[in-house]
């Protein structure tokens, strides 16, 4: 089967800093990576839809500035949180489509608490 | 636009109990229609997925769902639920000219022994 991973699985930093999270397709090439944020109890949440060698392409209400979206190589995207505040506590995850038409694999997930 | 509406953010069976969760969906194109389970701090894994022909959908760990066009529904069942079946689930619509999901706010089945 196909196995996305994420890194790191938990994270906590202070607030003002910056955190890199990373999402890799480990036995196949994603031709577009998705973004999501959870909130505790609550749905996922589209955030960006990246694809490799191209500019992400952010939902209505994220700011891209603040979530940084680098698709460098078909097997990996990377999300940075920048000036990471207490509200961007959340649950992050991430999934990558092998084909298109086919169904999205999900990554574990990335806990991040800014303190 | 698309949305997903799940009934019910908490459902309780009792073990060995028929599970049935309900999902209706918009869309103004014919759907993709997915099931997804997520543990406890994990990510999400698909259960079953609905894209064309049979109705009748079977998936993973013995559940199944129905697509229902005329009452726009997908809805999720298992005929005897496990302890291990305790979990979050979410249904999910995407149509193909994107990919994107569009998730439903989910629902938490507890298993009673």
């Known amino acids: 089967g196909a196995v996305v991973s994420q890194h790191p699985s938990w994270v906590i930093c202070k607030s003002g800093t910056s955190v890199k999270i990373e999402c890799r397709s480990l036995?196949?090439?994603?031709?577009?990576m998705f973004w999501y944020r959870q909130f505790p109890k609550q749905s996922l949440m589209l955030m960006a839809t990246?694809?490799?060698?191209?500019?992400?392409?952010?939902e209505q209400g994220v700011e891209k500035d603040k979530f940084l979206i680098n698709h460098a190589s078909l097997t990996l995207s990377t999300l940075t949180v920048t000036s990471a505040h207490p509200e961007d506590s959340s649950f992050y995850i991430c999934?990558?489509?092998?084909?298109?038409?086919?169904?999205?694999?999900f990554g574990p997930g990335t806990r991040l608490t800014v303190t | 636009a698309q949305s997903v509406t799940q009934l019910g953010s908490h459902v309780s069976v009792s073990e060995g109990a028929l599970v049935l969760l309900r999902c209706n969906y918009s869309?103004?194109?014919?759907?993709?229609l997915f099931w997804y389970v997520q543990y406890p701090n994990q990510g999400l894994q698909l259960l079953l997925k609905?894209?064309?022909?049979?109705?009748l959908v079977k998936g993973i760990n013995g559940f199944e769902a129905e697509f229902k066009k005329s009452e726009t529904s997908f809805h999720l069942t298992k005929p005897s639920a496990h302890m291990s079946d305790a979990a979050e689930y979410f249904c999910a619509v995407s149509d193909l000219s994107d990919e994107k999901l569009t998730f439903g706010t989910g629902t938490r089945l507890t298993i009673i022994p």
């Open positions: 869309s103004s194109v014919p759907p993709y």
């Open positions: 999934s990558a489509l092998r084909d298109r038409g086919n169904e999205q694999y």
């Open positions: 990246s694809n490799e060698g191209s500019k992400a392409t952010y």
């Open positions: 609905y894209t064309t022909g049979a109705t």
């Open positions: 036995d196949f090439q994603a031709t577009t």
